[in-house]
């Protein structure tokens, strides 16, 4: 935020109400300049007030909302360089794209295919958000066809890419309910483009020929009273894609230059002459600072390494991803099959779940809520040790589903065996591998 607790404290009504879920204004201020409240909390703040804190207050990099229904999403409100600062906000937005002259046939086939494109992962859907129409023809009746299917036969959110102002208009007649973003203002169309986004209240991408250009296109709309901008440098040379990325994203947080704060969008699919090469380019531009990469198609072992990147770049540093507490089935365990335990950090999990996965040895695996953190981890500060593991196993319902009475701990946590036997008399506690990877040896060994 651009002004500190004290400075947002001089501008609060000094009421101490509570009524904004701390007891001071002081201690509400502070949340508000470290981005721990809402201004909106705060029910007796003047008009005066609130327009000058939510000024100040604003994200260096304007967030814009893009889409309607299940996935839509924001892209922007950033407020640091590197991840580890603070953390990343608003994950990027992944979308592919189709020319205005495919065959009804052949969108029906891709829609389908890409839909199906959903992975579980840390109790998470991950999937893709976008599909970027670009007119083939500047035939705006075949334009607006296209459009039209896509976003209402689809759950995906639209770009809509034409340099037809004509074609633009007439899918956004027909689209405008699943708010697609505009695609693109340049020197040559900025009025009439700006008029279009404004009239329809639809972002808008502008287009460039180098950062430079963005500065003047995004300061003539800001000045026509647009706010939801999405800048592309117009480069689709890798090398300077990364620079002009690095270089928006700066220019906003370092130097407050509000006339590059917005996100941004790309284009692998222009940038490679093939899906691997794309792939990679998308990979960087996740994670160097685009807000949308826009790829030439979906393929699950394209899409999957994107999402799960993104997925570990935009969760925040300070609190680890991690799983529900309970009782997992790997396989189709039954009353014989082994029970394991370990803690809910989300990596672990996954570690260890397709370990015993991969033994095919149907088990079930206990997962210790340990505030996400690794067996090791959980161990030394008192968090995985044999007392509390073994009141887990008590509460968790899992004698209630094996006829045995065996569990395995991690090898790493082989020290606390003996405070579980106390703590669960009745049952035999086997100490595992230390290594993930010697799970299917151990389980099978056990099954023989």
């Not at 409100?77 to 600062?85: A, Y």
Request: charged share 25%; net charge negative; aromatic share 8%.
């Amino acid at each position: 935020m651009g002004l500190t607790g004290i400075q947002i404290f001089k501008m609060l009504p000094k009421t101490n109400c509570g009524e904004c879920g701390v007891p001071t204004c002081l201690a509400f201020a502070m949340n508000l300049a470290s981005g721990k409240a809402e201004l909106d909390a705060c029910p007796y703040v003047s008009d005066e007030a609130k327009e000058k804190l939510a000024e100040a207050s604003a994200p260096p990099i304007r967030p814009v909302a893009i889409g309607a229904g299940t996935r839509a999403f924001k892209i922007g409100g950033e407020t640091v360089m590197f991840r580890h600062e603070k953390t990343f906000f608003n994950p990027t937005g992944i979308g592919a794209i189709v020319s205005s002259d495919i065959q009804e046939t052949d969108l029906e086939k891709k829609l389908k295919e890409w839909n199906a494109f959903q992975f579980e992962r840390v109790g998470l859907n991950l999937r893709p958000e976008l599909v970027a129409l670009k007119d083939a023809n500047g035939n705006a009746a075949a334009f607006a066809g296209i459009a039209k299917k896509i976003a209402e036969e689809s759950e995906f959110g639209l770009v809509l890419m034409s340099e037809s102002l004509d074609a633009l208009k007439a899918a956004v007649e027909v689209s405008a309910f699943k708010k697609p973003l505009l695609y693109a203002a340049t020197a040559e169309n900025v009025e009439d483009m700006g008029n279009l986004a404004k009239e329809s209240g639809l972002p808008l991408a502008v287009k460039a020929d180098n950062v430079e250009g963005l500065i003047a296109l995004s300061d003539k709309l800001t000045g026509m009273g647009l706010k939801d901008l999405v800048l592309d440098s117009g480069s689709r040379e890798p090398k300077q894609v990364f620079e002009d990325q690095v270089a928006i994203r700066r220019a906003a947080l370092k130097a407050g230059n509000r006339s590059l704060g917005f996100s941004t969008i790309t284009f692998p699919c222009e940038m490679a002459g093939n899906l691997d090469v794309e792939t990679m380019l998308a990979s960087m531009l996740i994670a160097k600072y685009a807000g949308i990469v826009i790829l030439s198609d979906f393929t699950g072992e394209s899409l999957f390494s994107l999402l799960v990147e993104r997925l570990n770049i935009y969760t925040d540093p300070q609190r680890p991803m991690t799983v529900t507490e309970g009782i997992y089935e790997v396989g189709a365990p039954d009353e014989n099959s082994p029970v394991l335990v370990t803690t809910n950090f989300s990596l672990t999990y996954f570690i260890v779940s397709g370990e015993i996965e991969g033994s095919r040895v149907p088990s079930w695996l206990l997962i210790m809520d340990t505030e996400g953190l690794s067996v090791m981890t959980a161990w030394a500060a008192g968090k995985f040790v044999g007392d509390a593991v073994g009141m887990f196993v008590k509460k968790s319902g899992i004698a209630d589903k094996v006829s045995h009475r065996k569990i395995i701990i991690p090898g790493y946590a082989a020290a606390i065996s003996g405070d579980m036997e106390e703590e669960l008399p009745d049952w035999e506690v086997l100490v595992g591998p230390r290594d993930a990877s010697l799970i299917p040896k151990y389980l099978k060994e056990m099954s023989s």
